[in-house]
T-cell receptor, first 115, second 116 residues
Framework: AQKVTQAQTEISVVEKEDVTLDCVYETRDTTYYLFWYKQPPSGELVFLIRRNSFDEQNEISGRYSWNFQKSTSSFNFTITASQVVDSAVYFCALSEKFTGNQFYFGTGTSLTVIP | DAGVIQSPRHEVTEMGQEVTLRCKPISGHDYLFWYRQTMMRGLELLIYFNNNVPIDDSGMPEDRFSAKMPNASFSTLKIQPSEPRDSAVYFC??????????????FGPGTRLTVL
């Protein structure tokens, strides 16, 4: 079973539109961390955010915001007023403190922002 | 401060040849990770080290793959013999502190391996 599901394989939006990338995770651990990474066309993976399971506060960083809801096991990522530079593949990831020694990546969502 | 350094950036080899990928983690980071990325399987964690000791190699696909970390500033991932299905981008990442997998990881630029 997939630990991290990113159901949206590809999304295209027009510049300045808002876009939300979905992430649903599965874990039996009570302590875990969730991450988002960005992989631009150049190929490197860039860390965006880390959130632990005890902190359900939403986070905003500039045009980026994250909505963590334990009740639905989701950690969604919203880009407001998207820009062409936001075009990338975005990965959600899960790490469990006690029950696993693995770092689970989702399959990624490819975002294209059209000028 | 230099990030994670990987070499080579690109490698093209023929089936059956030995391939060695290299990684220099960020200085002071206790954890080092090797990942493989393919279109079919996405990002897979192959193995990770803590203080130069391999902790979990359950992601290593088969015995043809081996990884070492002889010191805190260097790690290798070796494939012998290589096969076309090993073609992928291999990433090295490092992470600070004792939280290991719970910390954010800093990725290198990757090595694009093509096995003909």
């Amino acid at each position: 079973a997939q630990k991290v599901t990113q159901a949206q394989t590809e999304i295209s939006v027009v510049e300045k539109e808002d876009v939300t990338l979905d992430c649903v995770y599965e874990t039996r651990d009570t302590t875990y961390y969730l991450f988002w990474y960005k992989q631009p066309p150049s190929g490197e993976l860039v860390f965006l955010i880390r959130r632990n399971s005890f902190d359900e506060q939403n986070e905003i960083s500039g045009r980026y915001s994250w909505n963590f809801q334990k009740s639905t096991s989701s950690f969604n990522f919203t880009i407001t007023a998207s820009q062409v530079v936001d075009s990338a593949v975005y990965f959600c990831a899960l790490s469990e403190k006690f029950t696993g020694n693995q770092f689970y990546f989702g399959t990624g969502t490819s975002l294209t922002v059209i000028p | 401060d230099a990030g994670v350094i990987q070499s080579p950036r690109h490698e093209v080899t023929e089936m059956g040849q030995e391939v060695t990928l290299r990684c220099k983690p960020i200085s002071g980071h206790d954890y080092l990770f090797w990942y493989r990325q393919t279109m079919m399987r996405g990002l897979e964690l192959l193995i990770y080290f803590n203080n130069n000791v391999p902790i979990d190699d359950s992601g290593m696909p088969e015995d043809r793959f081996s990884a070492k970390m002889p010191n805190a500033s260097f790690s290798t991932l070796k494939i012998q013999p290589s096969e076309p299905r090993d073609s992928a981008v291999y990433f090295c990442a490092s992470s600070p502190g004792v939280a290991g997998l719970l910390n954010e990881q800093f990725f290198g630029p990757g090595t694009r391996l093509t096995v003909l």
